[in-house]
């Protein structure tokens, strides 16, 4: 029997501070229920900011907002060309004409005015409920720039229409291809603001966030071999993680108490576990097969891992001890990088066809269902990543040329492009900031 290699399976496989101070918002309020089989995005006008002597920053931040809620799949953003309201109108319920804003089909209405601080900007935030002529959300926000006071209101927006929290600061990690070799590098949720953090002639392959977002796993090859080294991201230090194995592929569990990883011994692979210092590693998998690439469940009982033990590469899942382990992909020869929703309903995995294409597939874990992603869309997408509310998901595609990063809903309806430059790889979506 052929088997794959364990690198080509494996190789698929900045806090802001932002002070925030709650106002009213009232219960009675219109609200997007993402998983309705009627689902329909909720249109919202964003009015052009008013600002206290900060216009290139309101108008940089109502355009930042702009793009995160079109990015967050929930809203139909109305076009501000076709708004009848004075672009003057004040923040206040009484200064508001609510019946231009029906007329041109808003439900929703966002409102805000800039100003600055000791600290940075600052933002009066209000959202109305067009059609009741009412306030439904007052927040006072605070960020050093534009760009993190955009994602703050985004964030307040999604969670007052959806009660769950908005993604919009949270961060990307990847491996970029560069002549020098590799960079680990960050980018917001939409792509921007790139921050390098590190280069290395070595192969960097498969960042993983620690759940608090302090440190990134990497697998690098500095020591000449597979190992994982942790990044730190307040302390800007790069350390090894002494397993006493090669090791490939880390994943923190939910916790932050455990690592799970592949382990490399000649030609087999396994599944082992280790404490987040790198002592008492353990072996799950036994069998002679490669058994390869976990992902924790979301309530860290369970791993789901890749496995050839019946012929080819497919989706496995055990109980975090190693037992029970179970087959849940029977479609495709090439299943692989499994990763669990935070939502614990989906896995999504790259899967290659029988052209050798590789697209994304989401599988339940419990009823084995299979959904694709992605098709005729470039020859490569790959390398799935959730988004920490799990309704968004990141990933690698070769569709417009060298592989950049795609954010998608988990049915592949809403599928966008991220303006982070170079060729990317093993995009990871970290967790949400712990304000």
Same mark, same amino acid.
């Given at each position: ?5 364990p ?9 802001l ?7 009213p ?7 997007v ?26 108008g940089?931040?109502?355009?930042l907002?702009?793009r995160d809620?079109?990015?967050?799949g929930?809203?139909e ?8 309201a004075?672009?003057g109108?004040?923040?206040a319920a ?24 000791a ?7 209000r ?14 926000l ?10 703050a209101?985004?964030?307040e927006?999604v ?12 961060r990307i ?8 070799g590799r960079?680990?590098?960050v ?20 960042p993983?966030w @620690? &759940? %608090? #977002?302090?440190? +990134?796993?990497? *697998? !690098?090859?500095? /020591? =000449?071999?597979?190992?994982? $080294? ?7 230090s ?5 397993t006493?194995h090669q090791?490939m592929?880390?994943?923190? @569990? &939910? %916790? #932050?108490t455990? +690592?799970?990883? *592949? !382990?490399?011994? /000649? =030609?087999?692979?396994d599944? $082992?576990?280790?404490r987040?210092?790198?002592s ?8 002679s ?8 469940s ?5 791993i ?13 899942v ?12 029977f ?10 929703s ?26 084995g ?34 592989p950049?990063?795609?954010v998608?809903?988990?049915r592949?309806?809403?599928q966008?492009?991220l303006p982070?430059?170079g060729?990317?790889?093993?995009p990871?979506?970290?967790p949400l900031?712990?304000?």
């Open positions: 029997m052929h088997r794959p290699s690198s080509r399976l494996l190789a698929a496989g900045a806090a501070g932002l002070a925030l101070a709650a106002g918002a009232r219960a009675d309020r219109p609200t229920v993402v998983d309705a089989p009627d689902f329909r995005p909720l249109p919202l006008a964003v009015a052009p900011f008013l600002s206290a002597g900060e216009p290139a920053a309101a940089a931040a109502v355009d907002l702009r809620l079109a990015l967050s929930l809203f953003l109305l076009d501000p060309r076709s708004f009848l004075d672009p109108e004040g923040l009484g200064a508001i004409a609510f019946g231009r804003w029906t007329d041109v089909g808003a439900d929703g209405l966002v409102k805000a005015q800039l100003g600055r601080d600290a940075g900007l600052t933002a009066e935030l959202v109305y409920d067009v059609r009741a002529a009412r306030e439904v959300l007052s927040r006072h605070s960020a050093p720039d534009a760009r993190g006071l955009a994602h209101m985004a964030d927006i969670r007052l229409y959806t009660g769950e929290p908005g993604i919009f600061r949270t990690a990847a491996v970029r291809t560069v002549p020098e960079q680990l590098v980018a917001d949720a939409d792509g921007g603001d790139l921050q390098i953090l590190l280069t290395e002639r070595a192969l960097l392959l498969m993983a @620690s &759940p %608090d #977002g302090r440190s +990134i796993l990497v *697998t !690098s090859f500095r /020591g =000449g071999g597979p190992e994982l $080294w942790i990044y730190r991201l307040a302390e800007r790069f350390r090894r993680l002494p006493g090791a592929g880390g994943a923190w @569990s &939910p %916790d #932050g455990r +690592i799970a990883f *592949t !382990s490399i011994d /000649g =030609g087999d692979t599944v $082992w576990v280790c987040a210092d790198g008492g590693a353990r072996r799950l998998t036994t069998s097969a490669l058994d390869l690439s976990p992902a924790w979301p309530d860290g009982r369970r789901a891992f890749v496995s050839d033990r019946a012929g080819t590469p497919q989706i496995y055990m109980n975090a001890d190693g037992s029970e382990q179970r087959r849940i992909t479609q495709g020869n090439y299943n692989q990088t499994p990763t669990w935070p939502r614990g309903d989906l896995i999504a995995f790259t899967a290659r066809d029988e052209r050798k294409v590789f697209d994304l597939f989401v599988v339940s874990p419990e009823t269902k299979i959904d694709r992603l992605t098709q005729d869309q470039g020859r490569t997408n790959e390398e799935p990543s959730w988004a920490p509310n799990g309704r968004l998901l990141v990933f690698t595609s070769d569709r417009s040329g060298p950049s990063l795609i998608s809903d988990p592949g309806d809403r966008i492009g982070v430059g060729e990317l790889a093993t990871a979506w970290g900031p712990r304000d």
